[in-house]
Each structure stands twice: as structure tokens, then as C-alpha cells.
């Protein structure tokens, strides 16, 4: 079994930072990617950033130079820096990663994190 867990979300006024954490654990073989996606009310869910495995980390244009991406692959973590926040920015956030499970290390499945909320408000 394979879990994501996040944490970091919050309320912050308009310009503030936040940094979402995630952590893989459980039963993992490999990690194919591990990534950021939020869904706003309202609105179909979206890529915030992903970093795959040997690779190089993807922003979307619209956070791209106030988000930033952190991997630990020994650590199996991701985090999301997000500086310069705007209102449009609030969402619930998803810790999405690709896994290869140990007893079925042939086939990759995506598992999604319970997702944590960030308001952007003043």
C-alpha cells in the first residue's frame, strides 16, 4: 500500500508565501514522478508542477517565476514553494506521484494525496 501525505496549506494574505510538503511512503519500488496539481471551485483540476525521475521539473506558465519545485528522491518527498501568491491561487492542492508498487514493479499508477487547501485573501 502507498500513501501521500501533504501538508503546509493555509490561509495567507495576497503576496505571501506558502510551501506545501508531500511525502511518498509504503510499499514503493520506484518513483516515476512526483508533482502538484490544484483544483479551484468551479474549475477542472491542473498541473501546478511536476518533476520526473531523472528529469527536469515543469512549471505551468501561470506560476512560473513565484512557484518553485523541490524533489528529495532518497527522501521520496515533493514540495511546492509559492511565493508572490495571488487570489487566483486559491485552490485545494494535490500531491499527485507515479509509482511502481513493489509486488507489481512492471506497471506505474498514479496516487493522489488527500489535497490541502490555500486561501489567498486579504
Known amino acids: 500500500q502507498v500513501q501521500l501525505v501533504e501538508s503546509g496549506g493555509g490561509l495567507v494574505q495576497p503576496g505571501g508565501s506558502l510551501r506545501l510538503a508531500c511525502a511518498a511512503s509504503g510499499s514503493i519500488f520506484s518513483i516515476n514522478a512526483m508533482g502538484w496539481y490544484r483544483q479551484a471551485p468551479g474549475k477542472q483540476r491542473e498541473l501546478v508542477a511536476v518533476?520526473?525521475?531523472?528529469?527536469?521539473?515543469h512549471v505551468a506558465d501561470s506560476v512560473k517565476g513565484r512557484f518553485t519545485i523541490f524533489r528529495d528522491n532518497a527522501k521520496n518527498t515533493v514540495d511546492l514553494q509559492m511565493n508572490s501568491l495571488e487570489p487566483d491561487d486559491t485552490a485545494v492542492y494535490y500531491c499527485k506521484a507515479v509509482i511502481r508498487v513493489a509486488i507489481f514493479p512492471s506497471q506505474p499508477y498514479d496516487f493522489w494525496g488527500q489535497g490541502t487547501q490555500v486561501t489567498v485573501s486579504s
Open positions: 518533476y520526473p525521475t531523472g528529469g527536469s521539473a
